[in-house]
């Protein structure tokens, strides 16, 4: 998995030009069955994944808050909304609430998350591979395939599926 990951974000860009063009013709033309494709494909992957092993998305990159997550988690720590904002996000260019620095606050020595049951929705929805509507989120996509073995090897099983 760490010569994996290591070779990941060059792969990614590799692929970037081959992945783009596949993309823009899945949005031009979605198949009927895309979300069940992906549904499949994203559950027979994450059957072989660990996430424990990698987090890779958790040292790396950090999830947008939105202000139910905010609450939860604050809550959970026993802290008011603003207080856990000062001690921990920013706002980010889009003026989204997000991490104040990577890696992850959260994350602890061992891959785990330690506020796991209460964790924000996109880490919950992270890689976004069984999206509704996957089309949609193509851009996005792109950049998690540079982040996430499992949207990697999710993508290159696409590419073979869906023609």
């Given amino acids: 998995m ?4 290591k070779l990941l974000p060059k792969l990614a860009k590799d692929k970037h ?3 783009k063009k596949f993309f823009d013709k899945l949005k031009k033309k979605p198949p009927k069955n895309l979300d069940y494709v992906m549904q499949e494909l994203h559950d027979k992957e994450f059957k072989k994944t660990d996430c ?3 987090a890779n998305c958790c040292k790396t990159t950090g999830p947008l808050f939105t202000l139910a997550d905010i609450e939860r988690i604050a809550k959970h720590m026993r802290q008011k ?3 856990f904002i ?3 996000l920013r706002i980010d260019e889009d003026r989204d609430y997000v991490l104040q620095s990577v890696p992850c606050t959260f994350l602890d020595n061992e891959n785990y998350c ?3 049951d209460v964790r924000p929705k996109a880490c919950r ?3 976004h591979t ?14 998690n395939v540079a982040i996430c073995p499992a949207a990697y090897n999710i993508v290159e099983e696409m590419k073979k599926k869906i023609v």
């Fill in 2 to 5: 760490d010569k994996f990951l």
């Fill in 17 to 19: 030009n081959e992945n």
């Fill in 52 to 54: 424990l092993t990698c």
């Fill in 81 to 83: 909304p603003q207080q």
């Fill in 86 to 88: 000062e001690k921990y």
């Fill in 114 to 116: 330690m506020i796991y």
């Fill in 125 to 127: 929805e992270f890689p």
């Fill in 130 to 143: 069984d999206r509704k509507k996957f089309q949609q989120i193509t851009d996005l996509t792109l950049k």
